[in-house]
Structures are given as structure tokens and as C-alpha cells.
């Protein structure tokens, strides 16, 4: 059960740097603030890379060739997932963004049977629907503005599919490296990813928006705090990615729904209805039946 410790770290330190993210999109926008998670995270990923290979006393991994591909996929639908995510956040209330993309499981079980072989027993397979049905629930919300919900669900939805296919990559990639030391496998394939997000973004800033680059230095403080948060959780994913399959990974982080939440009421001064109840106690069951089966 050491990956279900992993992922409930990662989630809770992924709540607090999306909670940071949203807020920077208002001055930095939506490419400024996705950008920030990379460009502050990977010097942090570095520093994690030097400690467990000193600690462990393993050498550098020498990837072969197949790493590549399922590192690229990973850090690219990452990227891309990130700044859909905080589209939708923009859009509507935290929690409910948070609902849209956390459908993200059933987009993992499928892209993780197809690409890696993963297996889904019948318990876990119940269990995914049940809190993904959570998460759809949660979203479910009528209004004037249903062009707008309709989009932002599109969007949302779309953001989960693209971070299915990054977790898909980045455990591929893990497992590619075939290490007999799984701390040191997620650990340099989280710091490679990083590396190449924060060398592509900041390379596409540079050519296209610098003002926006010059807003990240002035805004160094926040967003130093958001870098390594996303790096502190990015290590916790690919270490619970290491032990078991991405679907299981994804499933239990469906208790951020309850982390965002808080934040949601807390924070952000959101109200939750009842219907938001209701799906939040779906997704309580469908990760409790999840961690019951292992």
C-alpha cells in the first residue's frame, strides 16, 4: 500500500499548487501560470535527483532509446493538460473545475489497458466508475449560461484525456528504464520531464510573449512556492507510478476533489450545494472500495 501514501501526498501538495496556479493566472494568464509549475519546479527536481542518488549511491540511469518517446508524450500532454485545466478554472468554481478533469480515471484504465498492458480487476473497474460518476455528478450544474457550461465542460473533460495520456507516458517511460531501484527510476523521469517543459515553454516565451517571462521574475515569490509544490507532488505521482498502474494512481487522487473542496469553501469563499455533496460522497465510496481492494 506504499503507493496509496505516495499518491495521498502527491494530491494534497498538487491541491495547494493548482490553488497558487489559479490565482497567478490573473496576472501572469494562462501559458504564464502553466509555465511557472516548470520553470520553478525543475531546479527542485535537480535537487531531489542529487539526494536519492546520493543517498542510494546508484549512479546517473542511462535511458534507453524507447524512454524518449513515452518521456516527450508525457511532458508534452502535460503541458497541454495544464493550461486547459486552468481554462476551465478561470471559468467556473474550483471544486467544479476540479470535477470535470478528475474524469481522468477512466481515461487512464483505458489508455493504460491499450498502451501498457496495465490490467483493471472488477473491483477496481467498479470503483472507477463509481467515483468518476462522483466527479461527473459534482459537475452537473444548470444555469443561463449553458453555451458557456457546456464549453468549459468540453474543455475540462478534454484536460483530463490529455493528463490520462501524460500519466500513461511518464509511467511508461518509468518503466522503460527497468531500474531495480524504483525511487531512483520516478525520480530522474520526473526531472527529465521537467527539464523539457521548462526548456520548451520558456523557449516558446521567449519567441512569442517576453513580457509575460518578465512577469514570472516579478513574480517570483508566488510562484517559487507553486514550483516546488509541483515538483514536490510530481515526485510523490511518479513514485506511486513506479509500484502500481496509473488507473489506481489516478483513482485514489480523486480524494483532491475533497482537498479542492476545502480550498473551494475555505479559501475561495465558494458555497457547495447539495448536489456537489452528493457526488463528493460518491467519490468517498468509489476511492474507499479502491484501497478495500488492495
Same mark, same amino acid.
Given at each position: ?6 499518491? @495521498? !501526498? ?25 509555465? %511557472? =509549475? ?6 527542485? &527536481? ?9 543517498? *542510494? ?16 508524450? /508525457?511532458?508534452? *500532454? ?7 485545466? $486552468? ?7 474550483? %471544486? ?7 474524469? +481522468? ?22 470503483? !472507477?466508475? $463509481? ?15 449553458? +453555451? ?7 474543455? /475540462? ?21 527497468? @531500474? ?5 527510476? &520516478?525520480?530522474? *523521469? ?14 516558446? @516565451? ?5 513580457? %509575460? ?13 507553486? /514550483? ?10 511518479? @513514485? ?10 489516478? *483513482?485514489?487522487? $480523486?480524494? +483532491? ?17 447539495? =448536489? +456537489?455533496? %452528493? ?5 468517498? !465510496? ?9
Amino acid at each position: 500500500m506504499l503507493w496509496a501514501v505516495f499518491t @495521498l !501526498i502527491a494530491a494534497a501538495a498538487q491541491t495547494a499548487r493548482n490553488a497558487m496556479q489559479r490565482e497567478l493566472t490573473v496576472t501572469l494568464g494562462t501559458v504564464g501560470a502553466t509555465h %511557472v =509549475r516548470f520553470l520553478f519546479g525543475f531546479p527542485f &527536481a535537480l535537487l531531489f535527483l542529487a539526494g536519492v542518488l546520493i543517498a *542510494t549511491g546508484a549512479g546517473l540511469p542511462h535511458p534507453p532509446p524507447v524512454f524518449w518517446p513515452w518521456v516527450f508524450a /508525457g511532458a508534452f *500532454t502535460q503541458i497541454a493538460a495544464t493550461a486547459t485545466m $486552468l481554462s476551465v478554472m478561470g471559468q467556473r468554481s474550483f %471544486v467544479v473545475a476540479y470535477a470535470y478533469i478528475k474524469t +481522468e480515471p477512466v481515461h487512464v484504465a483505458l489508455f493504460g489497458l491499450i498502451f501498457l498492458g496495465d490490467k483493471i480487476t472488477p473491483v477496481a473497474g467498479i470503483a !472507477i466508475l $463509481l467515483a468518476t460518476a462522483g466527479v461527473i455528478v459534482i459537475s452537473l450544474k444548470g444555469g443561463a449560461n449553458s +453555451e458557456g457550461s457546456a464549453r468549459s465542460t468540453a474543455i /475540462g473533460l478534454f484536460s483530463g484525456a490529455l493528463f490520462g495520456l501524460s500519466a500513461i507516458g511518464f509511467r511508461g517511460a518509468i518503466l522503460s528504464l527497468n @531500474l531495480p531501484d524504483f525511487i531512483v527510476a &520516478a525520480t530522474f *523521469t520526473v526531472t527529465v520531464g521537467l527539464v523539457i517543459q521548462a526548456t520548451v515553454l520558456s523557449v516558446y @516565451l521567449l519567441l512569442r510573449d517576453r513580457k %509575460v517571462l518578465q512577469a514570472i521574475v516579478r513574480a517570483w515569490r508566488p510562484s517559487l512556492f507553486a /514550483g516546488f509544490m509541483g515538483a514536490f507532488a510530481s515526485e510523490f505521482w511518479f @513514485l506511486a507510478f513506479a509500484i502500481t498502474s496509473a488507473a489506481n494512481v489516478r *483513482t485514489l487522487a $480523486l480524494v +483532491e476533489v475533497l482537498f479542492a473542496q476545502g480550498v473551494t469553501y475555505f479559501v475561495f469563499k465558494q458555497p457547495t450545494t447539495a =448536489r +456537489e455533496s %452528493v457526488g463528493i460522497v460518491m467519490v468517498v !465510496i468509489g476511492v474507499a472500495l479502491l484501497v478495500w481492494a488492495h
